[in-house]
Nanobody, 127 residues
C-alpha cells in the first residue's frame, strides 16, 4: 500500500519561504512521477510542480516558476518543495501525489490522473 505523508506547512509572511516534504512508502518510487498540487478555498485542485524519479525531470506551473523548486532524495523516498517569495495567492492546502512515470505532461499535470495522495498540509501566507 503506497502511503504519502506531507509535512512542513504553516503560517508565513508574504515574501517568506517554506519547505514542504513528502515521505513516500510502500512502492517502487524509481518508476513514479511525484507531484505537488494545491487547493485554495472555493477553487479546484491545481498542479504546482512535478519531478520524475528516473531522470530528475522537473516541471512547474507558470504561477510558481522561478519561486518554487521541487527536488528529491531518492535514498529516502522523499520529495521536497522549496517555496520562496510566497504571496497571498499561494495560500492553500498543498498535496503530494504519485503516479506511474510518464513523459506526457498532460498526465502528470492532471490531478485526476494520480493514483496516490497524501493528506495535505496547510500553507497560509499573511500580509
Amino acid at each position: 500500500q503506497v502511503q504519502l505523508v506531507e509535512s512542513g506547512g504553516g503560517l508565513v509572511q508574504a515574501g517568506g519561504s517554506l519547505r514542504l516534504s513528502c515521505a513516500a512508502s510502500g512502492g517502487t518510487f524509481s518508476s513514479y512521477v511525484m507531484g505537488w498540487f494545491r487547493q485554495a478555498p472555493g477553487k479546484e485542485r491545481e498542479f504546482v510542480a512535478a519531478i520524475r524519479h528516473s531522470d530528475g525531470m522537473t516541471d512547474y506551473a507558470d504561477s510558481v516558476k522561478g519561486r518554487f523548486t521541487i527536488s528529491r532524495d531518492s535514498a529516502k523516498n522523499t520529495v521536497f518543495l522549496l517555496m520562496n517569495s510566497l504571496n497571498l495567492e499561494d495560500t492553500a492546502v498543498f498535496y503530494c501525489a504519485a503516479r506511474q512515470s510518464t513523459t506526457y505532461s498532460a498526465l502528470y499535470r492532471a490531478a485526476d490522473k494520480h493514483d496516490y495522495w497524501g493528506q495535505g498540509t496547510q500553507v497560509t501566507v499573511s500580509s
